[in-house]
């Protein structure tokens, strides 16, 4: 089996010659960090670059990300999804506001004990902005590692990515451990990279690799398959009077929590169960029309949608948006088109739906 320590050395050389220039690579504070981190969780380096730095531009300090309402919050994360983690952002803001002063406290069980922040994270802010000796073992290094030691474990078992994290922590170079971890990051997304060949020619750990020394690193990281998505009918409406369209809040727990939506329901509808539906709100339906199926992946379920335009007549005052005797929870709303691209975020699951309010019908 490889020595590990022996992997420092050559790593730190290929990084100072190799690593990208990263905005959060330049002041690296926990701030800064923190916010790139969470970011890079689900979404690819090149797509994170421009929300990163409008998200530090707007809300450059923990304590305006704890004071931001929340619907600035959202519009500021619209595109990057798993909008739970920018609301525990602020939850875990708030935190640091009331008792750290608003800043993050240079303790790794305080930052680990904070809302949406794990081992992995936790990691990375304390060592790349405090410089502490802590692991950062995200999907890069769990394959760099499995294929460096040629272990079959799965890596999506807590116990494997534990395993790993003892391992990582034991050989973290005195004085560099944020480089340390940001190499074996860098190494797995630019040399060792997932899907398709990775590029053993140019990597510094070649002569170490037991998945190399054998030509199995196709094989490695061994991941249980996940289980089957469900998948769920639904029926999804454009539904417009003049310069007004529809929206409705979507409960606060559950998928999309909180977030806003087009007006939709459960299976495929037909032209009547539509109408109906539409009269069941008050409202009186000028004219109908199907739109194009869509289809979006959510990660444990997917939806297949049929969608229908309605146009109907003005609505009664209490359902416009602005209404004061309107009520979050009495559901559908009308808003301006216009207002609606600049205030309300609506989840991408729906957008092959929202250009058709562009349209006139
Ligand atoms: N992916 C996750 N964390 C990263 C980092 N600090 N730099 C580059 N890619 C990353």
Redesign the pocket.
């Known amino acids: 089996m490889v020595y590990l320590q022996e992997t420092v050395t050559p790593l730190l050389a290929w990084y100072d010659g190799h690593a ?1 220039v ?1 905005p ?2 330049e002041h690296p504070s926990p701030y800064r ?1 923190w916010v ?2 969470i970011m ?2 689900q979404t690819r ?1 090149e797509a994170v670059k421009p929300y990163f730095e409008r998200f530090i531009g707007e809300l450059p300090s923990i304590r305006e990300l704890a004071e931001a309402p929340e619907d600035r919050l959202l519009k500021l994360w619209e595109g990057l999804g798993y909008y739970n983690r920018v609301r525990n952002m602020q939850k875990a803001a708030r935190i640091l506001v009331e008792e750290y002063g608003g800043e993050m406290p240079a303790d790794y069980d305080v930052i680990l004990s904070l809302p949406g922040i794990g081992s992995y994270t936790a990691g ?1 802010i304390a060592s ?1 902005a405090f410089g502490m000796s802590r692991p ?1 073992v ?1 999907g ?1 290094v769990l394959r760099v590692l499995s294929r460096l030691e040629k272990n079959y474990e799965d890596i999506l078992k807590q116990s494997v990515r534990r395993k790993f994290e003892q391992e990582v922590q034991e050989i973290i170079p005195e004085g560099r451990a944020g480089d340390f971890n ?1 190499s074996l ?2 190494l797995g ?1 630019l040399v060792c990279v997932p899907n398709g060949a990775p590029r053993c020619g140019e990597c510094p750990l070649e002569k170490l690799c037991g998945a190399h020394a054998e030509g199995v690193e196709l094989e490695l990281p061994k991941k249980t398959p996940p289980a089957k998505r469900k998948i769920e009918d639904r029926t999804v409406l454009v539904l417009v009077s003049d310069n007004k369209a529809a929206l409705r809040k979507r409960p606060a727990k559950g998928l999309l929590a909180g977030l806003y939506e087009l007006p939709n329901l459960e299976g495929r509808l037909d032209r009547e169960e539509v109408l109906a539906f539409v009269k069941e709100q008050g409202l009186s339906p000028i004219r109908i029309q199907e739109l194009p199926a869509a289809k979006h992946i959510f990660s444990h379920i997917e939806w297949h949608m049929a969608g229908y335009a309605v146009k109907v007549e003005e609505p009664e005052p209490e359902q416009f948006a602005e209404h004061p005797g309107r009520r979050e929870k009495d559901g559908i709303f009308f808003v301006e088109k216009r207002q609606m691209e600049e205030t309300f975020l609506i989840p991408a699951a729906f957008s092959a739906y929202t250009r058709y309010f562009r349209e006139r019908f």
């Open positions: 990208r990263l959060w690579r960090v790139s981190e890079l969780q380096v990375a790349i950062a995200d890069n940001q990051i860098e997304a």
